[in-house]
């Protein structure tokens, strides 16, 4: 059982059809919490050129290795609200139409020619990239595509063209690549090594199947995760009944639709909604009336209330210690085998939901982060210090931002070093050892099973 947030989606590609806009963009940050201002930043529709703090570091460190754990881009809705007509969002990938990018043709016709890859077991029958003329539910859109597009040309200019990580004679073996299931997640991956990698060469692409959206691989077994997963479950249901803002909203806009309360709100209508919102079509409409702004606004606005309680409460952040630690033991012992010196697996690349990122960020410790927007990046640097080899440090960037030093195991090591970056060891000790002391636990296994006092 996964938490299901309220999702979104969009895309800013105008269909040969009209499309009404329904809110100007806003630019600059408002000093309350607003709920439109936060869609707009979920929806990430690429428009201007992105900063980004990776790859900065003192003229003698050397980055050695990049971890990569990616949300997939923008999507069709996961859910429709019934009685309404679907959101007419295209799904074909047409350079022509904004947004787009100089590399989009090029990338369509290379996907096209992807039969020397190797992809685990269900991964091969996926299609490479979106080509529905209307969107499939949860399938890429062109956004979605664009976004990760600008990702993997970001992350080159940085990583390639800067600090050399990966040169012209690279192999297969200097990857790990890993992607869920989903065609949107395969998809966003392949747009991101498109224009990431010094050149796209399909029979260096091996991509692995991972089963688990929070990437446990063979260490799923976890009681205590999923207790904490229905208390917070229980958390969300309490707020929400509490919320009678909320509550009124859904009864007009059941009304509206023709449904039962309960039949609507199972039909998770935000995800569809943002849709809506992030791709500049007018809300629906039926007989009785339309769904309009304020219905949108106060449903984000809860969405927005229950992720800040959701921090205050700590039942989140106690499945997310449980549900991230074989990711994250997974990235430390690849970063310790690299500072011994091994070559491979340089570039890392998960390519993932809401659901991996959100709760990675919470067992990090980095509770000032937004929820993950579509095509969020979140990178491990891992780099040796040049005056003394046998020391390595990491950098933790989220969108281009760094937050190594909100982590919960650097910030007191920031307030005494002059170093722009995080020992390694300090990572090393919260996976192995300090992320079970609230469990009362030394292990894995055992904080999995202990019930709590």
Known sequence: VHLIPVNPIREDGLSPKSRKRIMPDLLTEPPVIDPVYEAHVYCNIPTIAERSMEGHAPHYFKLVSVQVLIRHGDRYPLYAIPKTKRPDIDCMLLPSRKPSHPQLEAFIKHMSKGSAAQMDGSLSSLPRYPSHSLCEMGELTQTGVVQHLRNGQLLREIYINKHKLLLSDWTAKHLYLETTGKSRTLQSALALLYTFLPDFDWKKINMRHQWSTIFCSGNCDCPMRNHYLEEEQRRQYSLRVKNNDLEKIYVDMAKIVGIPTRQLRASNPIDSLLCY???????????????????????????????????????????????????????????????????????????????????????????????????????FELWQDGKRPKEHFIRILYNGADVTFQTSFCKDYYKRSSKPMCPLEKFVNFVKRDMFLVFNSTSYYDACRRRPL
Do not use: W
């Not at 927005?304 to 033991?329: G, V």
């Not at 091994?342 to 990675?360: C, I, N, Q």
């Open 277 to 379: 919102f992030c791709h500049n079509v007018s809300f629906p409409c039926t007989k009785t009336g339309c769904i309009g702004m304020e219905h949108f606004k106060v449903i984000k606005r809860h969405q927005l209330e229950d992720e800040r309680e959701r921090q205050e409460k700590k039942l989140y952040f106690l499945y997310a210690l449980l549900a991230t630690h074989p990711l994250l033991n997974q990235t430390v012992n690849r970063l310790q085998r690299i500072a011994e010196g091994k070559k491979e697996e340089v570039f890392v690349l998960y390519s993932a939901h809401d659901v991996t990122l959100s709760p990675v960020l919470s067992a990090l410790g980095i509770t000032e982060a937004r929820f993950p927007r579509f095509a969020a990046r979140l990178v």
